[in-house]
């Protein structure tokens, strides 16, 4: 009979820390698939919202958001002429407008017409 209880104790030890390991888990496989968006998404916002205060933005609409990668390739088009790597470009497409924003510096480098 004692070895019988002894046995049932383990394994509802085992069973516990079996669900525990198993929720610990998914919790972190949870949390692991949704955080690059939402961290990209704040990104997103606080960089909106940082360039809403330097330049008003056109009535209504939500930019574009775009990372300027390998400036050296873009160098031929005259708006690209002074963006470095990181730079952040918006584009407003309505109202045919791009923006190139340096978040290092907070500073807006050039405002630009585009084709709509």
Known sequence: MKKRTFINIVLTF????ALGL???FYYKLNNFQ???KDKKDKEVTSLINTVG???LFPNGES???ATVSDPEALKSQAFFAGALKD??????????????????IKKIIDITSVKK
């Open 14 to 17: 085992v069973v516990i820390i």
């Open 22 to 24: 198993g929720g610990y």
């Open 34 to 36: 949704s955080s690059p």
């Open 53 to 55: 205060e330097l330049y």
């Open 63 to 65: 930019p574009t958001v």
């Open 87 to 104: 730079d952040k470009v918006l584009i407003f497409s309505e109202s045919g407008k791009a923006v190139l924003f340096r978040p290092s």
